[in-house]
């Protein structure tokens, strides 16, 4: 069993370059594969989650649903599945959105620089939060989310401020 993750370096064009040890990339600041899960109810509200205070980055920032980075030979849509079932406790069908690449410098010096691959899906239960993961969740409105990224842009992580800009989802 491995003690360490690793992600995958890649190219802009998403074609993989290498693997690194997670930490050691976040901290070079290379160019990763990652994904990040938009999960919708009926009524048009995201599944917003609260990030663990004891993460590495961006601790006890309010973001998506889920996100991480895919393992050398997981397809992204596995693993998108995979860290949904690990951080909210559930799976629901995903639907691919496309990507986008960002590169961010955190205060402790730690750097985001991704290639990630953007899926949304839609679920109407309860999920059973990984608390060694997820602070706490919440749904949201959009138009309210969009607000209060607005009036509190400190509360939110980078990556999911940059896809609200950025993006209008194909619900």
């Known amino acids: 069993m491995k003690l360490t993750e690793e992600v995958i370096l890649v190219n802009e064009q998403d074609e993989p370059i290498g693997v690194m040890e997670k930490l050691e990339a976040h901290q070079k600041g290379l160019l990763h594969r990652a994904f990040s899960v938009f999960i919708f109810n009926a009524n048009g509200e995201l599944l917003l989650q609260q990030r663990a205070l004891t993460k590495y980055h961006s601790p006890g920032l309010w973001t998506n649903t889920c996100c991480s980075h895919p393992r050398q030979g997981e397809e992204n849509l596995d693993a998108a599945h995979r860290r949904l079932r690990e951080e909210m406790g559930f799976d629901c069908d995903l639907f ?60 939110f992580t980078y990556w999911v401020r940059l896809i609200l800009q950025q993006n209008n989802f194909h619900l």
Not at 98 to 119: A, P, T
Not at 134 to 141: K, L, P
Request: net charge negative.
């Open 96 to 155: 691919y959105e496309g990507f986008f690449i960002y590169k961010v410098q955190f205060e402790n010096g730690l750097f985001e620089h991704e290639l990630d691959h953007l899926f949304i899906g839609i679920f109407n239960g309860m999920p059973k939060l990984n608390s060694n993961e997820v602070a706490a969740c919440r749904w949201v409105g959009m138009d309210d989310l969009k607000e209060e990224v607005k009036q509190h842009p400190d509360r």
